[in-house]
């Protein structure tokens, strides 16, 4: 049984066994645990993963390719197969209690964004995510403050998360191959947040503003939200930009919400 990759859903299919191999090592499977797998494509990774003897439940969005990975893998008794869209699903709701999961996937690129804050919702039950991605998200994820690539994505990913950029993978890797450099990431869900917030929103709305110019600097950036005389009270020096921010003051300036 074959599939054709199909543009509207992203598909970019991995089909390079080095590639697997350097997952499997990165990722350090142990027998026992509860894998989530997005977007499992034709079951590239699941078939090793699988035989790791793990439980996994995999989400796929495409109905072709859900009876593709029930045709290979249906009988198999440790995998549960999902027809659903990640970006709704209620992954919470495969843990036990007290049961932490494992994630990873291949997400598209135009909703990986948004599926990991999505999943970040349930962080508590998350043990770690690993996912390939866009290079260029990656990098912005993992951006120290002061480097062109540090933005929202950067404060936000980093106060939920650990975060870490584990190797590149080509374009050949894929079939069909994209136009861009992928890459994997690790995301380790914080058990305590590093900095302390009152309200996520607002942090997420100072560092939304701060970031919308990023020409401008906090004075003005933020003036529908803070004075520049609160943003002096908090020896944060107004005239700085929000790439040279860090979390601890980005953290500092949504508590004066």
């Not at 390079?16 to 977007?39: F, P, R």
């Not at 659903?84 to 209620?90: C, Q």
């Not at 709701?93 to 997400?107: C, D, F, Q, S, W």
């Not at 950067?154 to 191959?177: K, N």
């Amino acid at each position: 049984m074959t599939h054709t990759p199909r543009k509207r859903f992203g598909q970019n299919f991995l089909h390079d066994y080095t590639i697997i191999d350097n997952i499997l090592a990165s990722i350090q499977v142990k027998s026992g645990e509860h894998w989530v797998e997005i977007g499992p494509g034709m079951g590239a990774l699941t078939k090793p993963l699988l035989a790791k003897a793990i439980r996994l439940d995999v989400v796929e969005l495409d109905r072709d390719l859900v009876a593709l990975l029930k045709n290979t893998f249906g009988q198999q008794e440790n995998i549960e197969i999902h027809s659903a869209d990640a970006l709704r699903f209620d992954f919470a709701a495969l843990a036990k209690p007290h049961e932490k999961l494992r994630v990873i996937g291949n997400l598209p690129y135009n909703i990986s964004t948004p599926l990991m804050f999505h999943l970040l919702d349930n962080a508590y039950c998350i043990e770690d995510m690993h996912f390939m991605l866009q290079k260029e998200v990656i990098d912005r994820i993992c951006s120290p403050p002061g480097s062109k690539q540090y933005g929202r994505l950067s404060v936000m990913m980093q106060y939920y998360c650990a975060t870490e950029h584990l190797f590149d993978v080509p374009p050949e890797s894929f079939e069909p191959a994209p136009k861009v450099m992928s890459a994997i990431v690790r995301l380790i869900p914080h058990h305590k947040p590093p900095v302390d917030v009152e309200d996520v929103a607002k942090l997420n709305r100072v560092v939304t503003e701060a970031f919308s110019q990023r020409r401008k600097t906090l004075r003005n950036s933020l003036k529908k939200l803070i004075t520049e005389a609160q943003i002096v009270a908090l020896n944060i020096d107004p005239t700085l930009r929000a790439e040279t921010i860090p979390l601890r003051d980005f953290a500092k300036l949504s508590n004066l919400l």
